[in-house]
């Protein structure tokens, strides 16, 4: 069964990091860009960044640019969001998906039903 599972979540304080991970199984991420995505209770989901099959490449939200990191380890089936500086409207449950993409860019992270896969969903909750 071909899938995405999330890991990394938790509580942590304002101004504290956390990093998410985001495992595929049953497929290999090799040719996927991966997006994560968060959604916060009453808000719609958006995109947060997104990182590209082919070279690398990232994009970030303004929201994020500068805290956020999204990195992948093709050897290990596994992309990662590391979160720094985090501040109480970083509080949601964050997502990661695959979609066949070679590249991403800001519209990648737009299109919801583009994606292949989805993980289960973790929740981050930045409170002091």
């Known amino acids: 069964q071909s899938r995405l599972v999330e890991s990394g979540g938790g509580l942590v304080q304002p101004g504290g990091s956390l990093r998410l991970s985001c495992a595929a199984s049953?497929?290999?991420?090799?040719?996927?860009?991966i997006g994560w995505f968060r959604q916060a209770p009453g808000k719609e989901r958006e995109g947060v960044s997104c990182i590209s099959a082919s070279d690398g490449s990232t994009y970030y939200a303004e929201s994020v640019k500068g805290r956020f990191t999204i990195s992948r380890d093709n050897a290990k089936n596994t992309a990662y969001l590391q979160m720094n500086s985090l501040l109480p409207e970083d509080t949601a449950v964050y997502y990661c998906?695959?979609?066949?993409?070679?590249?991403?860019?800001?519209?990648?992270?737009?299109?919801?039903?583009?994606?292949?896969?989805w993980g289960q969903g973790s929740q981050v909750t930045v409170s002091s």
């Open positions: 998906a695959a979609v066949a993409l070679e590249y991403c860019a800001g519209s990648t992270l737009v299109d919801f039903s583009s994606y292949d896969y």
């Open positions: 049953g497929f290999s991420l090799d040719y996927y860009a």
